[in-house]
């Protein structure tokens, strides 16, 4: 069992960053790909970024890239999802995701319980 905890959403203003953290306990952190996810309103979620376990290798949906920054710390059990020149259009809940080998959002194995970011215009 992995257990992933997120924090650092918030309210934002446009242009603004925030920096969303999860933790992962339990099963060896390095056993998963990780993934940030998010969803809005009436939308279905999707993949904002994901990071290989090893590290190595990132992937950002189009609408993110050059914003967006996904990284992990191994040491510490924690992935990171840096966010700048926030727009209104990235407001979602925002989900930490744990996969062996996949972010297909319905083959993920653990899910964290979400953190609310709201950007203003």
């Known amino acids: 069992q992995v257990q992933l905890v997120e924090s650092g959403g918030g309210l934002v203003q446009a242009g603004g960053s925030l920096r969303l953290s999860c933790v992962a306990s339990?099963?060896?952190?390095?056993?998963?790909?990780m993934g940030w996810f998010r969803q809005a309103p009436g939308k279905e979620r999707g993949v904002v970024a994901a990071?290989?376990?090893?590290?190595?290798?990132?992937y950002y949906t189009d609408s993110v890239k050059g914003r967006f920054t996904i990284s992990s710390d191994n040491a510490v059990n924690t992935v990171y999802l840096q966010m700048n020149s926030l727009k209104p259009e990235d407001t979602a809940v925002y989900y930490c995701?744990?996969?062996?080998?996949?972010?297909?959002?319905?083959?993920?194995?653990?899910w964290g319980q979400g953190t609310q970011v709201t950007v203003s215009s």
């Open positions: 339990g099963r060896t952190f390095r056993s998963y790909d």
């Open positions: 995701a744990a996969g062996d080998g996949t972010m297909d959002p319905t083959r993920i194995d653990y």
């Open positions: 990071i290989s376990r090893s590290g190595g290798s990132t």
